[in-house]
């Protein structure tokens, strides 16, 4: 006997979505058939970040075709008859989304860190002073012994039991 949470295998669907704004958004996500097509948009905006209120969305096979604007909110995504591997598309209506320009994809428009050399020289425990170390293993060694030597484990871990 199946448990109340789990779907029947006929009764779902995994169908590809897209987003207007977001090029390199696509995510494969199981629906029920028996869901309406705004509980569809109350699950696809936790995943694109548009709201319920400002997206429209339009159903297409898997030959590219757009089928269906899926506009009453009432219906159930059964009554369009969509198959495993259709694509539901956002289109985002909101003409101020966080969405457009390319801030949520294009990582160029991030102001990117950045840190003097005189201030990253003057800190420690940089892979630059690892490096250092590891073209003088002489030193490394030495720190290695004393720490044998004053029965220290050499892994904070270490010692342990």
């Known amino acids: ?33 028996q869901m309406s097509v705004e509980a569809v948009k109350d699950k696809v905006w936790k995943k694109c970040g548009t709201s319920v209120n400002s997206m429209r969305l339009e159903l297409y096979d898997d030959c590219k075709n757009k089928l269906f604007d899926l506009s009453d909110e009432s219906r159930p995504l059964g009554f369009y008859s969509p198959l495993d591997g259709f694509r539901i598309h956002i ?16 990582t160029s428009l991030v102001e990117k860190y950045s840190i003097s050399e005189d201030e990253y020289n003057k800190r420690s425990g940089t892979f630059r002073k690892f490096k ?30």
């Open 91 to 106: 289109i985002d209506l909101d003409p101020s989304p966080v969405t457009s320009g390319g801030w949520l994809e294009d």
């Open 132 to 161: 250092e170390q590891m073209a003088n293993p002489s030193a490394f060694r030495n720190k290695i012994n004393v720490r044998l030597l004053h029965g220290r484990p050499l892994h904070k871990y270490q010692g342990r039991r």
């Open 1 to 33: 006997m199946a448990s109340w949470l789990q779907i029947e295998s006929h009764a779902s669907l995994l169908l590809r979505v897209t987003h207007s704004n977001l090029k390199s958004f696509a995510a494969d996500i199981r629906f029920s058939l």
